[in-house]
């Protein structure tokens, strides 16, 4: 909140100490002063205006101070409120302190200054306790959030493990479907001869052999095909069980994991792609996982944000420059407003939903993949940068240091 923003209500049936305290304040800092004359209508105007600190006088026609404390107290507990009394009424200073008062000011107010000290150190104190409690209700998102996750990695990787036994076993079929051709061709080639001396050239068998070598052709390629993506899922499993840094090329991470991606239906079907990559060697020293995982977030984020585009586009470009590999993902998607740009970093902000909806397949998010994908790059001394604006798509880019 900025000082300007600030607004205390003064209550007291005192107009010339009301006026005081307004004069001063309005005209030694930015704070906006509220004047009410008396308690009933001080918590009207403390419920209307919902000021960030209370001055008010203990001594009142009707409904007293201690009456105003008790309701700022049970509404507003966080709201800071100052008492004010004349001097000899210690018993009163007491009370008021009990029952929540956060200061107490004698009156008459000989120096506004000594007013102003107790006002300003009682905001800081709402400052430091928002704070906190806002960083209690992030941690015990923060833990509850990162215990779903240490349980869905759990999952993972059991899962992870099943899957790679399963793939590792699918070899030796693939490789006998793959093989089958090769097997089957002579033979073919053996019958169709022997037809052909024996005058049959035009029989219906000859087709039907020419059939099957055609069937064992789509086989093939079929079997080629799964093999690939066996070999790449085999790949990102060992690389993502790596702890350690080693010499990586960048371009070859890259390509690994828009493979990979291959397996995402928007990825592979619904969004246009352009892979741009340098044609020199982009080396870098990290573990592997960490960058293949953060160009899986982003590229992850722009189909979020194009879910809704009938043109979506993805651009995925990489080069080299001033002793650091650099790489980007480009999306035609609606972009990101001034104010979330300011945010976008920041753990727990998204503008996704954190929870699926019943009625709605849409995205969702916990707002700590770029907040993630920040810290590592920053963990390697390298940068992250985005460009944005709205209508008009979003550009991250990844500058890591280069190896040598």
């Given at each position: 909140m900025n000082d300007s923003d600030i607004k205390i209500l003064c209550i007291d049936d005192e107009p010339i100490v009301r006026q005081t305290i307004k004069s001063f304040f309005e005209m030694a800092t930015p704070y906006l002063v509220i004047e009410s004359n008396c308690g009933?209508?001080?918590?009207?105007?403390?419920?209307?205006?919902?000021?960030?600190?209370?001055?008010?006088?203990?001594?009142?026609?009707?409904?007293?101070?201690?009456?105003?404390?008790?309701?700022v107290?049970?509404?507003?507990?966080?709201?800071?409120i100052l008492m004010s009394s004349g001097a000899g009424s210690m018993n009163d200073a007491v009370t008021a302190m009990r029952n929540g008062a956060w200061d107490y000011i004698v009156k008459p107010i000989v120096d506004v200054g000594i007013l102003q000290v107790c006002v300003d150190k009682a905001l800081e104190k709402a400052k430091v306790m928002k704070e906190n409690r806002e960083y209690k209700a992030n941690l015990e998102k923060m833990l509850d959030i990162r215990s779903k996750q240490?349980?869905?990695?759990?999952?993972?990787?059991?899962?992870?493990?099943?899957?790679?036994?399963?793939?590792?076993?699918?070899?030796?079929?693939?490789?006998?479907?793959?093989?089958?051709?090769?097997?089957?061709?002579?033979?073919?080639?053996?019958?169709?001869?022997h037809i052909k001396k024996i005058g049959g050239e035009s029989s219906e068998l000859i087709?039907?052999?020419?059939?099957?070598?055609?069937?064992?052709?789509?086989?093939?390629?079929?079997?080629?095909?799964l093999?690939?993506?066996?070999?790449?899922?085999?790949?990102?499993?060992?690389?993502?069980?790596?702890?350690?840094?080693?010499?990586?090329?960048?371009?070859?991470?890259?390509?690994?994991?828009?493979?990979?991606?291959?397996?995402?239906?928007?990825?592979?079907?619904?969004?246009?792609?352009?892979?741009d990559l340098s044609e020199?060697?982009?080396?870098?020293?990290?573990?592997?996982?960490?960058?293949?995982?953060?160009?899986?977030?982003?590229?992850?984020?722009?189909?979020?944000?194009?879910?809704d585009c009938t043109d979506a586009e993805i651009k995925v470009e990489s080069g080299k420059k001033n002793g650091y590999c650099w790489f980007r993902v480009t999306d035609n998607g609606p972009g990101i407003s001034?104010?979330?740009?300011?945010?976008?970093?920041?753990?727990?902000?998204?503008?996704?939903p954190i929870e699926k909806k019943e009625d709605s397949d849409g995205p969702i998010g916990t707002?700590?993949?770029?907040?993630?994908?920040?810290?590592?790059?920053?963990?390697?001394?390298?940068?992250?940068?985005?460009?944005?604006?709205?209508?008009?798509?979003?550009?991250?880019s990844i500058q890591l240091p280069e190896y040598k």
């Amino acid at each position: 909140m900025n000082d300007s923003d600030i607004k205390i209500l003064c209550i007291d049936d005192e107009p010339i100490v009301r006026q005081t305290i307004k004069s001063f304040f309005e005209m030694a800092t930015p704070y906006l002063v509220i004047e009410s004359n008396c308690g009933e209508n001080g918590i009207a105007k403390f419920d209307e205006e919902i000021p960030d600190l209370v001055i008010c006088d203990i001594k009142m026609p009707g409904m007293n101070g201690f009456e105003v404390l008790k309701y700022v107290v049970e509404k507003r507990p966080s709201c800071p409120i100052l008492m004010s009394s004349g001097a000899g009424s210690m018993n009163d200073a007491v009370t008021a302190m009990r029952n929540g008062a956060w200061d107490y000011i004698v009156k008459p107010i000989v120096d506004v200054g000594i007013l102003q000290v107790c006002v300003d150190k009682a905001l800081e104190k709402a400052k430091v306790m928002k704070e906190n409690r806002e960083y209690k209700a992030n941690l015990e998102k923060m833990l509850d959030i990162r215990s779903k996750q240490l349980i869905q990695t759990e999952r993972q990787a059991v899962i992870s493990s099943v899957v790679q036994g399963i793939v590792h076993n699918m070899r030796t079929p693939i490789s006998i479907s793959l093989g089958l051709k090769d097997l089957s061709m002579p033979i073919i080639q053996k019958i169709m001869k022997h037809i052909k001396k024996i005058g049959g050239e035009s029989s219906e068998l000859i087709e039907d052999l020419l059939r099957l070598e055609n069937y064992l052709t789509i086989n093939t390629k079929a079997g080629e095909k799964l093999n690939n993506m066996v070999n790449s899922l085999m790949v990102k499993s060992s690389r993502d069980r790596e702890e350690n840094n080693k010499a990586c090329d960048l371009n070859v991470l890259i390509m690994q994991e828009v493979e990979f991606l291959e397996s995402n239906l928007r990825f592979k079907s619904r969004v246009s792609k352009k892979i741009d990559l340098s044609e020199d060697i982009l080396p870098i020293y990290v573990i592997p996982g960490d960058i293949t995982q953060i160009l899986n977030n982003l590229i992850k984020n722009a189909l979020d944000a194009m879910y809704d585009c009938t043109d979506a586009e993805i651009k995925v470009e990489s080069g080299k420059k001033n002793g650091y590999c650099w790489f980007r993902v480009t999306d035609n998607g609606p972009g990101i407003s001034e104010e979330n740009k300011k945010k976008i970093f920041d753990p727990f902000f998204t503008t996704k939903p954190i929870e699926k909806k019943e009625d709605s397949d849409g995205p969702i998010g916990t707002g700590l993949g770029l907040h993630y994908c920040k810290n590592t790059v920053n963990s390697y001394g390298g940068f992250m940068e985005l460009s944005s604006e709205e209508g008009k798509g979003s550009v991250f880019s990844i500058q890591l240091p280069e190896y040598k």
